[in-house]
């Protein structure tokens, strides 16, 4: 993924009360830090967070030039996204997962499969990647994956898909 | 009524021998089941299974607050698609 690209944080999921405020639900690891991204919408259209509060999802939001229902029904369903070049450094040895989508897949040096996406399921991250044309799930654990080359945007596979 | 004290976890039999199987080879094979309704045990705390959704096996490495869970909680049957957002994780 470039620093141009937009990632998605979050989503409109409908108009609350007659003031213009929405409910929200958010995919980051704390809501608080909507606060520090600059937020559009999928046609570039820039929002600016007034205030947002709530304890749990869904969070109840207002935007600022958004103050009555009709406005705030206009954004029902509505992605929110933020810059890539907007997100902090991850700690260290921690990779976005968002990253990790479209990475290659390398084995011994050769180019065996791409990664297509992630699951969470409770029991660790998981990537979905095509094999040799084929579907596979693997666990991002060591043992499974080894190095992970962010410029080169490849994952190096150490699993030689091997069952019990 | 839950499960009685004295019968202890229910886990297939199949299951216990492969899981021995492959801690003695000391390979990261991912030991394939169907068997959802089987008890995690404190045996099984570091092995990986695919634990069969009704479509793919579902890779779940078994860690020690799984203990007591069945293995069909960590291999959801529907779909979802999830969200990365700022979400950041370590292998």
């Known amino acids: 993924m470039t620093d141009g690209a937009l990632v998605e944080i979050g989503k409109i999921v409908a108009p609350h009360g007659l003031k213009g405020e929405v409910k929200v639900i958010l995919f980051l690891e704390d809501a608080a830090r909507i606060e520090d991204y600059p937020l559009t919408l999928q046609n570039g259209t820039a929002l600016t967070l007034e205030s947002l509060r709530g304890h749990d999802e869904p969070y109840i939001a207002q935007f600022k030039g958004v103050h009555d229902r009709n406005a705030s029904e206009a954004l029902k369903g509505q992605l929110l996204y933020t810059p890539r070049s907007a997100l902090p450094p991850p700690p260290d040895d921690a990779y976005y997962l968002h990253d990790l989508t479209g990475m290659t897949l390398v084995q011994n040096g050769t180019a065996v499969g791409i990664v297509n996406g992630f699951q969470d399921y409770g029991a660790g991250i998981i990537l979905e990647c095509t094999l040799n044309g084929r579907e596979e799930l693997i666990p991002f654990k060591d043992g499974f994956i080894g190095a992970i080359d962010a410029p080169a945007r490849t994952v190096e596979l150490l699993w030689n898909l091997s069952w019990e | ?91």
């Open chain 2, 1 to 91: 009524m839950p499960r009685a004290v004295w019968k202890g976890p229910f886990v297939d039999a199949y299951l216990l021998k492969k899981a021995d199987k492959v801690r003695g080879s000391g390979r990261n094979d991912i030991i394939k089941t169907w068997s959802r309704r089987s008890t995690i045990i404190p045996p099984f705390v570091g092995l990986t299974f695919g634990v069969y959704n009704g479509k793919k096996f579902v890779p779940v490495s078994v860690n020690e607050n799984m203990i007591g869970h069945k293995f069909g909680e960590f291999a959801p049957t529907r779909t979802f698609t999830g969200h990365g957002g700022d979400k950041t994780a370590k292998k």
